[in-house]
Every structure is written in structure tokens, then in C-alpha cells.
């Protein structure tokens, strides 16, 4: 475990089976310097016990700077179940998940994401205080990493382009998901020009009837001749074999994990490409979670979500003063408060 390529100093990872209701989870938690580690909780029926905890380890400490970029109160954490979502999801494996999240006390705080749903979070409210979307409004579905992504490509327009509005601009989403199709609706309301793919006939035809987007066949979304390229789909999309085949100047959007590796980032500021760090564009849900303790009305909600747009515009001018790219910029931003947060931490004299 520890020498995990992906361990990256988790604080605890907990591993659990669940006899009776055949629960198989992992629940990893980063970093607690700022807070209590928040993430969702992913049920997918991994090939093998590896991929599951590569997941898991590599999301975890995905929201650890989530949180931090946002000057957040919170860590990172995050949890997998392996099965599958259809046909081995019961109460009582969320029953047993709930038990699992409140023997940590509060040290990880469980949310939705692919394969579990808020009515799943309610379920696990029988056993454990530690959920998100505790409030009526924090049920209601909102668009909150769409209008991140959102924000933060018009921050990345105005700095690569100089321009401070949307209309014309060339933009190819890959993905019409949850994250995707909202997006494309913001820029579609925004005058952009969309170029679009996905792997599912339904999500195709629903942007076609309702957008009239140019629709290319999935494997070309690289190559084709746009100003930016909004990965919404998968991680790892910018790699030794995609990042050469852009054409697009800007990168921004909501996946997860967009680098291959940490060398990409290079990649792309080798060939002129601005990279808007994914953690920082698609930290839309670690705000929509803090707003519920704050003000959960909708409009309160995306406003504070506008923050990325904020804060994408300085990250990216600052990394440009100082001559970095702008993940170099985020990440030691993040590095120096879980720094700070730590040593506070440890001069504070015990209760
Ligand atoms: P989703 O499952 O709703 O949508 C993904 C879409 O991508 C699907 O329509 C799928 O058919 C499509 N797709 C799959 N393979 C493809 C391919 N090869 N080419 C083109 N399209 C393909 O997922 P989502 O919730 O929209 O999340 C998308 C990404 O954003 C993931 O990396 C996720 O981890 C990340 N993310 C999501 C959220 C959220 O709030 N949902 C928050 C932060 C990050």
C-alpha cells in the first residue's frame, strides 16, 4: 500500500467487506489539513480490486485541491464500492456503507457521483450524520460543474483570446453527460460555437435536437480545427498520442484527471496550449456542498460557483507573470496552505 504509485501520503484508507449485504468498499481520505475529507462515493463494478483503488487514491487526492484552490474547509476523501450500480445496489449495501462512513467519525463526508444518487445519500442518513445534500434544495439537481467549467473557460477566452464574450468561439466538448451537456448549453446561450461527440446515440441525439451542434465521430474530437477542447467525458485524454493532435489553444473542462501524467502539463505549454488546471475548473461540487451550510438557493449557489471564473483569471495571470504553467501555479498554491494549515495545526495547543 504504501508504495502504491498512487498512495501520494493518504492519511487513511480504510478497506471493507460486508458479508450480509455484500458491500465491498474502499473509503480513501488525503488530507485533513483544511477540514474533513469530502468526495463522493463511486459504485462501479471494477475489472479488479487494483483499478478500484487506483481510483479511489487518485480522486481522494483530487479533492484535496478541489477544496484548497477554492480556499475551502475541507480535505480530500472519496469512496468506491465495486459492483454494479443496476443490479447490486440494495438498502442494505447503503446501509452498510453508511455504517462504514460513521465509524470514521466524521473524518470523511460522502456524497453522490457515477452509480449512486441522492436518494442513495438519504438511505445512508439512516446510519451516518456524514452526507452531503442534507437540505431540501441541496436535492435539487444544479448544473453546478457545468457553470464552473463554464466560468473558468471564460476567464481562460479573455486571457488567450482578449476577448470577454463568448460568441464565435470554437469550442469541442468531448462528452454529453452530466457534465457535457449542461456546459454545452451555457455556451450554446453564450453564442459559442459547438463542435460535440459521445459514445451514446441518446446523449447525440438529445444535444442534436436541442442544440444543433457540428457532431463528429468520437475519435476525431482531437484533431478538429477549434479554440478550445472541453474534455467532459474520462481522465487521461491528454496523453503522448492526443496532446500533438490538438488544435485548440485552450483546455478547459470538467473531467477528471485530464493529464496522463504529471509531463503533460509540459506537453502542452510546449506547444502553446493554455491548460486550465481540472481541479480547479471542475471544483463546482465542493462549493455547491459548502453553500449548503451557508445560503443553498440556487442563485446563491451558482453565484459562488462563479468564484472559478475568479480565481482561473488570476491563477492564469500570475503563472504568466512568473513564467509557469498554470497547474505549476495551482499546485504550489494548494502545497503552501496545506502547509500552513498543517503547522497551525500543530502550534495550537491541545483543548
Ligand atoms: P457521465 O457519465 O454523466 O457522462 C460522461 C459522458 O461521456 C457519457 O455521455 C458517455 O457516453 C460519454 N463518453 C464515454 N466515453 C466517451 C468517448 N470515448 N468519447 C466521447 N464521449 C464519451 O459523467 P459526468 O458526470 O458528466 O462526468 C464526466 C467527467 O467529469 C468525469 O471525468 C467525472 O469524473 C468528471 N466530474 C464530474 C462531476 C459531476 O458533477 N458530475 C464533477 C467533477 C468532475
Known sequence: MFSHPEFDDHETVVFS???????????????????PGFGG????????????????????????YKAAIC???YGGGKSVIIGDAGSQKT???????GRLVEGLGGLYIIADDVGTTLDDLAVMRTETAHTAATTAAAGEPLA??????ARAMEAAAAFAFGRSDLVGLRVAVQGLGNVGLPLCRYLRDRG????VC????ERLALARRE???????AEDIYDRDVDVFAPCAFGAVLNDETIPRLRAKVVCGGANNQLLRGEHDAALAARGILYVPDYLANAGGVIDFHMEHINDNPEAVLDAVGRIGEITADTLARAHAQGETPLQQTDRLVHQRLDAARAAQLSSPPD
Open 17 to 35: 467487506r460486508d458479508e450480509a449485504s455484500g458491500l465491498t468498499a474502499i473509503i480513501a481520505v488525503h488530507n485533513t489539513a483544511l477540514g
Open 41 to 64: 462515493c463511486r459504485m462501479w463494478p471494477y475489472g479488479d480490486e487494483e483499478a478500484a483503488l487506483r481510483d479511489v487514491l487518485r480522486l481522494s487526492a483530487g479533492m484535496t
Open 71 to 73: 480556499e475551502l474547509p
Open 91 to 97: 438498502p442494505a449495501l447503503l446501509g452498510a456503507m
Open 144 to 149: 453546478v460543474t457545468a457553470h464552473g467549467v
Open 192 to 195: 459559442a460555437d459547438l463542435t
Open 198 to 201: 459521445d459514445i451514446d446515440p
Open 211 to 217: 442544440l444543433s451542434p457540428k457532431i463528429v465521430p
